[in-house]
């Protein structure tokens, strides 16, 4: 699964000096909107594309049975085909789809914090797809406040429903 589109990301880094050569022949209020815009264009353009593609869904044929959305993905799964579909925040240009069979492992991790185990820093999983492993993301503290065990808890689950449904489907005879 790639979650990082570098293609895309790389041309706009490359497409800087064009930026910079077409502001040195503005006057300084044009310059700088055309510097701010660009600028905002590379910060939120992923995520702007990411909300389009969100809303626009998965293909026709695809029977959404179950949603599951984490910090920087959303995952459906068709139960009936017995296909996977993913949207990457950082690769949101198409939404890639994997059969049920070729998911081979999914383990839930917590990072904690400190040796009491009362708070965490993150929760995530590792998703294993064609050998490919991912980290998923599905709660983090950032530089906010630690993630309390009563929410840990809850995020174990739903990391253990998302499992649940797949080797469950997996199971199912067309």
């Known amino acids: 699964m790639r979650q990082f589109n570098w293609k895309y990301y790389l041309t706009l880094v490359l497409f800087i000096p064009v930026i910079f050569k077409a502001m040195n022949h503005m006057n300084i209020f044009g310059a700088m909107a055309l510097f701010m815009g660009y600028f905002s264009w590379m910060m939120f353009s992923g995520i702007i594309i990411y909300i389009y593609k969100r809303k626009a869904g998965v293909r026709d044929n695809f029977c959404i ?9 959303l995952f459906w799964i068709d139960t009936v085909h017995k296909e996977l579909a993913v949207l990457c925040m950082l690769n949101p240009f198409r939404i890639q789809y994997f059969s049920l069979d070729s998911v081979e492992k999914i383990e839930p991790v917590v990072s904690y914090a400190g040796k009491k185990k009362n708070n965490a820093y993150g ?30 808890n809850s995020y174990l689950e739903d990391i253990q429903e998302f499992k649940d449904v797949i080797w469950e489907a997996k199971s199912m005879k067309k």
């Open 123 to 152: 929760v995530y999983f590792n998703i294993t797809i064609n050998g490919k492993k991912t980290s998923v993301g599905v709660a983090s503290s950032g530089k906010g406040p630690l993630i309390s065990m009563r929410f840990v």
């Open 65 to 73: 049975d179950y949603i599951y959305n984490t910090l920087t993905m």
